[in-house]
């Protein structure tokens, strides 16, 4: 309720803003890390923090510690994010000041974001997914209020952030699937250095007008009776009707882009002193008299608020660094799963081909967790994948459950993260390894980072089923492999099954592990009709088949009296490359070692150095183009690891160095490694 009261307690927190900022500038010699802040923002953001509730969700963007402060949290709190202490209570030092994420159950959740420019819009949006299916569901996963009340997303931008692609992938998805989420776009008129007449056609006002089903509402946000009451409705229209809003609101910017980054180096007199026209502060004491407040209580209002300030920051100052040894801290979650354990091979167990193992352990996942969802391109009731691989799902656990999305693969990737928070636990998929790179953004900057950027208080819970590698004929757009771009990342695992087994005990695994999972799933081994492949067909594991990321498997063992005699070699592979290994290795018998590494991050080291050291000869094969590999990588740390015990230096095998795969099925071949290539780098490692 907006009275006496409120208002004074809104006047505080903006003084107290702008004591933070002007404090910050003082001690600029203090305040070395990038930060930006709220000044000019400070109506809008306090007129919707103080209406939150602390069932609601909320992403902040950089400049909004006006609205951190009128969700509850302290001077101290964001003055130690500020100067990167140990006590940072939302990063522990490792992410920039107004960067926060909160699950205390206290204030409202916090999920991470990266520096919001437009990519926390489907993050954002995904919670609003995840809250609408614990609510159709009727979850006891569900959060809501003290009173009953439902809760809502807020996600806050800045107007530059909305000419971003991937917001128009979130408003997509949100009127689409009508979700409970305000959009907050805080509208100052510039970029960092570019203003808005110079870089887009309309205001966010008029840009979701072109997205049906869009409430739009829209206020001065430097005022703030007009903004309170815009944002009531807004808020209220999102928590009753379950629907999305959109809010433009103009606010002046008086501060600077950054600290690195000054108005004066970009802006003009004229410029500046226009913003300044509309300054919340002083319309706000004109509101506070009119309230029947005197200056006097204003004024010591204002100097209570600096004293606060002043206080928290010469306390930060002092707070202890983080120690370097926790550098590693919170990379990935612990995962429960930590040795195998099940039937592999149940006697009369049917043989299943890779994809059904695939499809079945989805099935048993499923059936024994209500949280589970999967969905994607045509993963959905009609085709159930284009390769089959999710057939019958829809039928057997509904739509709401298993449905399709657009081609949105920035959304499909990023949705996880707020999806994971809610306590969803997202399957999805990208329909070809060629056409994951518009979800990059997403993985890289969102997913990946979440679980170490919030000290361990959001893993993303995700598995994301990516089919890769040449099937014959695939093409230039159907037929790539992308793990070296994958491993590339840090913060997520990726695994690579070769058979059914493997893939039904990985896709478990996946499944139970509480980070960001990455399965690889080999096209032309789905159902064994690429010549050699027979053999991933296999007996369907137990239903409680499972083995733990990171454990590669001896798929062939040299025999013992050819170790002792010297005349060995070990292939270090994955996916097709176990059936070029074993087709070659029949040339050689007992000759040959065959190790499948079934997952490349985490990787089984302990094997593959110790077969090196065995074996003394080494062939690491790829179907990937081999240049600056994840071959190439691991031949070199065996290479370092092993140095003493080789014979020979480590060979490498992988794909000619061609930026796609061909269509003609002679050009394809000439590409990718084939069994008679491994035979001759065989026989040439074999006679040192």
């Not at 602390?54 to 950089?62: I, L, N, T």
């Not at 909305?162 to 128009?168: K, L, N, P, Q, Y």
């Not at 703030?224 to 009753?240: G, L, N």
């Amino acid at each position: 309720m907006l009275n006496r009261d409120t208002l004074l307690q809104a006047y505080r927190l903006m003084v107290t803003a702008k004591a933070m900022g002007d404090t910050f500038e003082a001690n600029r010699q203090a305040c070395i890390y990038e930060h930006s802040t709220s000044r000019g923002h400070e109506a809008i953001q306090i007129a919707t923090g103080i209406q939150l509730l602390p069932c609601d969700w909320v992403s902040p963007y950089y400049r909004d510690d006006s609205m951190l402060l009128s969700l509850g949290f302290t001077e101290h709190e964001l003055i130690l994010q500020l100067l990167a202490k140990k006590d940072d209570p939302f990063s522990g030092g490792r992410s920039y000041y107004s960067h926060p994420s909160n699950k205390d159950g206290v204030r409202p959740s916090i999920i991470h974001q990266s520096s919001a420019t437009g990519m926390q819009a489907i993050p954002t949006t995904g919670l609003a997914h995840g809250l609408q299916f614990l609510e159709t569901t009727h979850s006891a996963l569900l959060k809501k209020g003290e009173n009953g009340e439902c809760p809502i997303v807020l996600c806050s931008m800045g107007d530059g952030s909305v000419t971003e692609g991937e917001v128009s992938e979130a408003l997509q998805f949100a009127v689409l699937k009508q979700l409970p989420i305000v959009y907050l776009v805080q509208d100052n008129q510039w970029g960092t250095s570019a203003t808005a007449e110079e870089t887009r056609t309309s205001t966010a006002f008029e840009y979701a007008a072109g997205f049906k089903g869009l409430h739009r509402m829209q206020c001065d946000g430097s005022d703030f009776m007009r903004s309170y009451e815009t944002m009531q409705q807004a808020i209220a229209y999102a928590r009753v009707e379950r629907k999305p809003v959109l809010v433009h609101a103009r606010v002046p910017l008086l501060g600077h882009h950054t600290n690195s980054i000054r108005r004066e180096f970009y802006r003009d007199r004229e410029d500046l002193l226009r913003h300044g026209l509309y300054d919340p502060l002083p319309k706000m004491r004109v509101l506070l008299n009119s309230a029947g407040f005197n200056d006097h209580d204003i004024n010591e209002t204002e100097a209570d608020a600096q004293r606060t300030v002043t206080d928290a920051f010469d306390k930060a100052v002092v707070a202890e660094e983080p120690d370097a040894t926790s550098v590693e801290d919170n990379v990935f979650a612990p995962t429960p799963v930590t040795e195998e354990k099940g039937t592999r091979s149940p006697k009369g167990s049917e043989q299943v081909m890779m994809v059904d193992a695939a499809l079945h352990a989805i099935e048993e996942i499923m059936e024994d967790h209500a949280e589970a969802v999967l969905y994607g391109q045509d993963v959905g009731r009609r085709l159930g994948g284009i390769f089959r691989e999710t057939a019958t799902l829809a039928e057997k656990f509904g739509d709401k459950r298993v449905f399709n999305t657009a081609i949105q693969e920035a959304y499909i990737v990023g949705s996880t993260v707020g999806m994971s928070a809610m306590g969803v636990k997202p399957i999805v998929e990208v329909q070809f390894g060629d056409y994951i790179y518009p979800g990059f953004n997403q993985l890289v900057s969102e997913v990946s980072k979440s679980n170490y950027l919030t000290n361990g208080k959001f893993p993303v819970g995700v598995v994301l089923r990516v089919p890769v590698g040449a099937y014959g004929g695939g093409g230039p757009y159907h037929s790539g492999s992308v793990e070296s771009t994958l491993l590339s990342i840090k913060g997520i695992k990726v695994a690579y099954p070769s058979n059914a087994a493997d893939m039904k005990g990985l896709m478990k695994a996946a499944y139970y592990d509480p980070n960001p999972v990455v399965m690889l799933e080999h096209k032309g081994i789905y159902w064994s009709k690429m010549p050699g492949t027979e053999e991933a067909r296999m007996p369907e594991p137990s239903k409680d088949y499972i083995f733990p990321l990171g454990k590669a498997r001896v798929v062939q063992a040299a025999e013992a009296a050819h170790i002792r005699t010297g005349d060995t070699a070990c292939i270090i592979t994955y996916g097709m490359g176990v059936y070029w290994a074993k087709a070659a290795a029949k040339k050689y018998p007992g000759q040959v070692e065959i190790i499948d590494l079934r997952t490349l991050f985490p990787l089984d080291e302990e094997m593959v150095f110790e077969a090196a050291t065995r074996h003394g000869k080494v062939i690491v094969l790829s179907e990937e183009q081999q240049n600056n590999s994840f071959a190439e990588s691991l031949s070199l740390r065996i290479s370092n690891s092993c140095y003493h015990f080789l014979d020979a230096r480590v060979e490498v095998i992988g794909a000619l160095n061609l930026p796609a795969v061909p269509t003609n099925l002679i050009l394809e071949a000439a590409m990718l490694p084939t069994v008679d290539k491994v035979i001759k780098r065989l026989d040439k490692l074999l006679r040192y």
